[in-house]
Nanobody, 119 residues
Framework: QVQLVESGGGLVQAGGSLRVSCAAS????????IGWFRQAPGKEREFVGS????????YYADSVKGRFTISRDNAKNTVYLQLNSLKPEDTAVYYC????????????WGQGTQVTVSS
């Protein structure tokens, strides 16, 4: 089982950068695929990107490709989401989630961290 805690959210101006972290507990963290999602007020949760358990492969939604980068440090049980060139439409609560198999749903979720981008 894995417990996830996001941190690093905050208020930033458009064009700025922020890095949010997802810290995990559990000895088997390195075997989990990690996804990042976000949910803006009044909108459905959307996929932002994901990273393979080895850190060798990443995937991004078209809306963030080229601006956001996901990385992981399995020794620290932490996954990072670097947000660059932020836009007001990036404002949302950002969640990380974990799953052992890409054929299943994400079954572990963090509580989320708020990212607000001012224009």
């Amino acid at each position: 089982q894995v417990q996830l805690v996001e941190s690093g959210g905050g208020l930033v101006q458009a064009g700025g950068s922020l890095r949010v972290s997802c810290a995990a507990s559990g000895r088997t963290f390195s075997r989990y695929f990690i996804g990042w999602f976000r949910q803006a007020p009044g909108k459905e949760r959307e996929f932002v990107g994901s990273i393979h358990w080895s850190g060798g492969s990443t995937y991004y939604a078209d809306s963030v490709k080229g601006r956001f980068t996901i990385s992981r440090d399995n020794a620290k049980n932490t996954v990072y989401l670097q947000l660059n060139s932020l836009k007001p439409e990036d404002t949302a609560v950002y969640y990380c989630a974990a799953r052992l198999d890409t054929r299943t749903e994400y079954n572990y979720w963090g509580q989320g961290t708020q990212v607000t981008v001012s224009s």
